[in-house]
């Protein structure tokens, strides 16, 4: 991650999230409201993203042990089963 993109949308990221060659990507990022928004225009033109989680202020990215943990209990709750295309949630 480069500090030069922080704080602005960044469209190449969420190009990334929408499935290549099959397979489906689900981005993770702090950037909650430039995500929004650009989850809102890839639904606009049809191409909409696999997913998005969104990392809350409360876990800092000093403490990626504390990610990890809150990535696996997002995965627990779905118990296998996927959110849809195009899903935003909040760890």
Do not use: C, K
């Not at 500090?3 to 499935?19: K, L």
């Not at 809350?56 to 990535?71: M, Q, S, V």
């Amino acid at each position: 991650m480069t500090t030069a993109n922080r704080g602005a949308a960044h469209p190449g990221a969420m190009a990334a999230a929408r499935s290549p060659r099959g397979r489906q990507w689900t981005m993770v990022t702090r950037n909650r409201d430039d995500v929004i928004e650009l989850t809102r225009r890839a639904f606009a033109t049809n191409r909409p993203h696999h997913g998005v989680l969104v990392v809350g202020r409360r876990t800092p990215n000093t403490d990626p042990e504390g990610i990890a943990h809150a990535l696996a209990a997002w995965a627990r709750r779905y118990d296998g089963h996927d959110p849809g295309v195009g899903f935003i949630d909040f760890l």
